[in-house]
């Protein structure tokens, strides 16, 4: 990923100053050949990272940032890291030449690598930052999203039991009636009967108030009710 390159591109800056800075108080013959491997891994790493922010950019918000960040000011780390790879290939080539080892060249490396480690630095962060911006963002789609997946099984579930509910209560306030109501005559049967006299005999009692009963006896009602 872009993150772990820029940071392998740091640590690798940090690498060859360490080793031009005993190189420069040592003269071991031998460090000069670690500066050039350690140079050409450092320029291996760059061109993957201009790369890949010249294939980003334009393409996310991230893509753009990381592409400011190599290619436009304050940091153009393009120009700086080329120029700093440059710059020590100068002083190994000095030194394979048989040259002694220029002081201002090596103050150059040494200056220019806190600077640009500092600037790389300052990329990550602002990097990481455009990142997790990003992915804040994703977050709050798939809470929408997720939001409105659930809001629209709660209208389907309502369009679709609303109706069996309203059927499911017009069936039992029809069993109720029925359970209520004699089927030849349509009147009360004793069930309605004992529920209403209970019922009454409760308000006569609360309001204290006589309760009466008329009974009637129908002749041939026999005809009726076969």
């Given at each position: 990923?872009i993150v772990?390159?820029?940071s392998?591109?740091?640590?690798q800056v940090?690498r060859?100053?360490?080793l031009v800075t005993?190189?420069?108080?040592?003269?071991n013959?031998?460090?000069?050949?670690e500066i050039?491997?350690e140079?050409a891994?450092l320029?291996t790493?760059h061109?993957?990272l201009?790369?890949k922010?010249?294939?980003k950019k334009g393409?996310?918000?991230?893509?753009?940032?990381?592409?400011?960040?190599?290619f436009?000011?304050p940091?153009?780390l393009?120009?700086?890291?080329?120029?700093f790879?440059?710059?020590?290939?100068?002083y190994v080539?000095?030194i394979?030449a048989?040259?002694?080892?220029?002081?201002?060249?090596?103050n150059?490396?040494?200056?220019?690598?806190?600077?640009?480690?500092?600037?790389l630095?300052s990329s990550l962060?602002?990097y990481?930052?455009a990142?997790?911006?990003k992915?804040?963002?994703?977050r709050?789609?798939q809470?929408a999203?997720?939001?409105i997946?659930?809001?629209t099984?709660?209208?389907?579930?309502?369009?679709?039991?609303?109706?069996?509910?309203?059927r499911v209560s017009?069936?039992?306030?029809?069993?109720h009636?029925i359970s209520?109501?004699?089927?030849l005559t349509g009147?009360?049967?004793?069930?309605?009967?004992?529920?209403?006299?209970?019922q009454?005999?409760k308000?006569?009692?609360?309001l204290?108030k006589?309760?009466c009963?008329?009974?009637v006896?129908?002749?041939?009602?026999k005809?009726?009710n076969?």
């Amino acid at each position: 990923t872009i993150v772990s390159k820029s940071s392998a591109e740091s640590n690798q800056v940090h690498r060859i100053v360490n080793l031009v800075t005993e190189h420069h108080y040592t003269n071991n013959s031998n460090i000069p050949l670690e500066i050039e491997e350690e140079n050409a891994a450092l320029a291996t790493i760059h061109k993957s990272l201009v790369e890949k922010a010249q294939e980003k950019k334009g393409r996310s918000a991230s893509g753009d940032v990381i592409s400011r960040i190599y290619f436009e000011q304050p940091y153009k780390l393009d120009t700086k890291v080329s120029f700093f790879i440059m710059k020590v290939e100068d002083y190994v080539d000095a030194i394979k030449a048989g040259e002694k080892a220029d002081p201002d060249l090596y103050n150059y490396i040494s200056r220019q690598s806190r600077a640009l480690t500092q600037a790389l630095s300052s990329s990550l962060i602002i990097y990481e930052n455009a990142f997790l911006t990003k992915v804040e963002r994703l977050r709050m789609v798939q809470l929408a999203a997720i939001l409105i997946i659930g809001v629209t099984l709660m209208l389907e579930a309502f369009a679709i039991f609303m109706p069996l509910v309203g059927r499911v209560s017009k069936y039992a306030e029809r069993l109720h009636e029925i359970s209520m109501t004699d089927m030849l005559t349509g009147i009360g049967n004793r069930r309605y009967f004992v529920r209403r006299a209970r019922q009454e005999i409760k308000r006569a009692a609360r309001l204290e108030k006589g309760l009466c009963i008329c009974m009637v006896d129908i002749d041939f009602f026999k005809i009726v009710n076969d």
